[in-house]
């Protein structure tokens, strides 16, 4: 039989990771995270994640700096982070984005992603 569990989740109780997202709907292939309201600032150290990653952004302007490039993502951009690749991101004006993650970022390692 397959799974036909419904999940809700109210971001207003989400539980937040070090770096400040909220941890959204988890499902056992894709996973979603929310970053509101990031402030301008330095970019963070580059890092590598198992999972690939999609994003959108709400509101704001960043700089995605990935293998080499620099991308500006602005309101109404989407971006993919693929699996195994060297990124960052640099936050240039008051910005929130939504980010689904595939496989999904486990709980267990959520304050590290």
Same mark, same amino acid.
């Given at each position: 039989?397959?799974?036909?569990?419904?999940?809700?989740?109210?971001?207003?109780?989400?539980?937040?990771?070090?770096?400040?997202?909220?941890?959204?709907?988890?499902?056992?292939?894709?996973?979603?995270?929310?970053?509101?309201?990031?402030?301008?600032?330095?970019?963070? =150290?580059?890092?590598?994640? =198992?999972?690939?990653?999609?994003?959108?952004?709400?509101?704001?302007?960043?700089?995605?700096?990935?293998?080499?490039?620099?991308?500006?993502?602005?309101?109404?951009?989407?971006?993919?982070?693929?699996?195994?690749?060297?990124?960052?991101?640099?936050?240039?004006?008051?910005?929130?984005?939504? =980010?689904?993650?595939?496989?999904?970022?486990?709980?267990?390692?959520?304050?590290?992603?």
């Amino acid at each position: 039989m397959s799974d036909t569990s419904v999940k809700k989740v109210d971001s207003a109780y989400s539980p937040k990771g070090q770096l400040g997202q909220k941890y959204l709907a988890s499902g056992k292939s894709v996973s979603m995270r929310l970053w509101e309201d990031e402030q301008p600032g330095d970019a963070k =150290e580059s890092s590598v994640r =198992e999972y690939e990653t999609v994003g959108y952004v709400i509101k704001g302007c960043a700089e995605l700096h990935i293998e080499g490039q620099v991308v500006r993502l602005e309101t109404g951009n989407s971006w993919v982070v693929p699996k195994g690749a060297s990124h960052t991101y640099k936050i240039l004006e008051p910005f929130t984005a939504v =980010e689904a993650t595939s496989p999904p970022s486990q709980i267990h390692d959520r304050d590290k992603n």
